[in-house]
């Protein structure tokens, strides 16, 4: 399915142009919008973008009055100035003066944009906009299924949290803001090297929306706008008191909704007691991001240098921890709830409300499928204390823990080339 703007004055030529476009599979009249002047097609082009625009070259300013034969070439002229306007992907002119296609022929190709003479009584421009057409359809069907299209970006980090991203885009990684005109987010491409290899990433939030739902969302968009090969997610979450402490970076080795589940009444509990079966659909990491993860681990790599670099004194010895980890969505501070969490797995390091989404919206994404992978650090417990006097103190300090444990497995032990 394509989107089309028919502009012309003429009701006999749009009725001909219309009758040779909806003859193409998957075309319907719905997806062709037409307009009479070019106040009309400015007004839709402030809306929309579409795929094609057909224009008529003698063209009148407004409804009513005298086409004038430069109409249509001042219109595009006016449309590629003014970067308010969406412009269409492709443009075909259609005149039914021989003259001006001569006298205007330039200020299409010049943008490799076709100029075709329009004949009722021939069919030569019938086909030329049919052929077109179909091609345009095909290759569009092709960019919104691609079978075998290559990675263009090496990796993404999403982060919930303003104060997560900040801590990403201080990572000297030569950051650029992005911002596109159909999309209310931000987004920050930035690139290191590897040896001579240039890595190129993308970073994005969900502009501190919590939740997975809103986390999938970002997701998917940096997915299919960028195509990246791994997809991580940065910043806070809670942790389990006793295996870790504030500021400690854990990775998920699998990651499930604990929220899912069912509601049933016990069976033969005269009281009616209410109990919770959760539905525990585990999606795991990838193996060799695992191999790489326990390595640094194991090896106690670089936490004590990023510890050094947060000028932070008054926190216990920086641990990476991986292990299970669980997505639900609300805000924990309550200790029954997180045992309840802790019941669904005895080795539950950590907790948040997003990371599941990342790891959903990665495996469920259309090919070649990111690898998802995440690097939290601990800000609280999700109990009672979780609103304590420190509390910005230790999402600060683990923000910076989480981005900086983050750059250096990236630039150090991701095989991006594997």
């Known amino acids: 399915m394509i989107s089309i ?100 022929g330039a200020a299409f190709s010049n943008y490799l944009w076709h100029l075709v003479v329009y004949n009722e009584s021939y069919s030569e421009w019938k086909d030329q906009l049919t052929n077109f057409t179909k091609y345009l359809v095909k290759s569009q069907a092709e960019l919104k299924a691609p079978s075998n299209n290559p990675y263009d970006y090496d990796l993404a980090v999403v982060t919930v949290l303003s104060l997560e ?11 650029t803001e992005e911002k ?4 209310d987010n931000f987004y920050y491409t930035g690139y290191f090297f590897k040896g001579k290899r240039k890595i190129k990433v993308v970073a994005t939030s969900t502009n501190n929306s919590m939740g997975m739902c809103a986390a999938a969302a970002i997701s998917m968009k940096v997915i299919n706008r960028y195509r990246p090969k791994y997809i991580s997610m940065v910043g806070i979450c ?58 640094v681990i194991e090896d106690d790599l670089f936490v004590a240098e990023i510890q050094k670099k947060s000028q932070k004194k008054n926190y216990p010895m920086l641990n990476a921890k991986m292990g299970p980890f669980a997505s639900g969505s609300a805000v924990i501070a309550n200790e029954s709830i997180v045992e309840s969490i802790k019941s669904q797995h005895g080795q539950l390091v950590g907790f948040d409300m997003e990371s599941y989404s990342i790891f959903y919206s990665a495996t469920h994404s259309i090919k070649p499928k990111p690898i998802p992978f995440m690097i939290k650090s601990i800000s609280d417990f999700g109990d009672s204390n979780k609103n304590n006097p420190h509390k910005d103190e230790h999402q600060a300090y683990a923000a910076f823990t989480s981005a900086n444990f983050f750059c250096e497995f990236a630039s150090n032990y991701i095989d991006f080339d594997n």
Do not use: C
Not at 34 to 59: C, H, P, T
Not at 180 to 183: A, G, I, L, S, T
Not at 263 to 289: A, M, R
């Open 5 to 104: 703007l028919i502009v012309d004055d003429s009701p006999l030529k749009i009725r001909y142009i219309k009758d040779v476009l909806i003859k193409i599979p998957s075309i319907s009249e719905e997806e062709i919008t037409v307009v009479n002047d070019r106040n009309s097609a400015k007004q839709a082009l402030l809306e929309f973008q579409f795929d094609l625009m057909v224009l008529d070259i003698n063209l009148p300013e407004r409804f009513g009055d005298q086409p004038n034969e430069q109409g249509g070439v001042d219109f595009l002229k006016e449309i590629n100035m003014d970067e308010e306007f969406l412009v269409p992907f492709h443009i075909i002119g259609l005149t039914e003066y021989p003259d001006l296609l001569h006298e205007h």
């Open 165 to 175: 991203l900040k801590y990403v885009r201080e990572l000297p990684w030569n950051w």
């Open 180 to 183: 596109f005109k159909n999309d």
């Open 238 to 295: 809670a942790g389990i008191e006793g295996k870790v402490n504030i500021g400690d970076p854990i990775i998920a080795d699998r990651v499930w909704d604990y929220g899912s589940g069912k509601h049933v009444i016990e069976k033969n509990d005269s009281n009616g007691t209410q109990v919770f079966k959760p539905y525990i659909n585990q999606l795991p990491l990838e193996t060799s991001l695992m191999t790489a993860f326990t390595k």
